[in-house]
């Protein structure tokens, strides 16, 4: 069974960087996707960015391209999400996500069974 943690959250200045960071316990990750979701309040659960196994292919949303990275160490489990130019707008919960057994890039949040606590993101203006 695959288990999910996030760390890196907090509280920085617009313009600022955070770097998130995802644990699948339980994952190779060699063969596992991942994604990474924000749920503000009020709003739906939206991607932000995905990878697929190897790392060599990686999807965002078009609110954070330009922004954003996404990488993965599979010899430590672990996607990171790089986040740089943050604006006020980005402050939410951010969610990893991973699918085991699927080599591919996954963009949906209804394609992944196992998911993180979630770690807080606050961007002040």
């Known amino acids: 069974q695959v288990q999910v943690a996030e760390s890196g959250g907090g509280l920085v200045q617009a313009g600022g960087s955070l770097r998130l960071s995802c644990v699948a316990s339980g994952c190779t990750l060699r063969n596992c996707a991942v994604g990474w979701f924000r749920q503000a309040p009020g709003k739906e659960r939206e991607l932000v960015a995905a990878?697929?196994?190897?790392?060599?292919?990686?999807h965002f949303a078009d609110f954070v391209k330009g922004r954003f990275t996404i990488s993965r160490d599979n010899n430590k489990a672990t996607v990171y999400l790089r986040m740089n130019s943050l604006k006020p707008d980005d402050t939410a919960t951010y969610y990893c996500?991973?699918?085991?057994?699927?080599?591919?890039?996954?963009?949906?949040?209804?394609?992944?069974?196992?998911w993180g606590q979630g770690t807080q993101v606050t961007v002040s203006s």
């Open positions: 996500a991973v699918e085991g057994g699927s080599a591919g890039l996954l963009t949906a949040s209804h394609e992944y069974s196992a």
């Open positions: 990878i697929n196994w190897s790392g060599l292919i990686t």
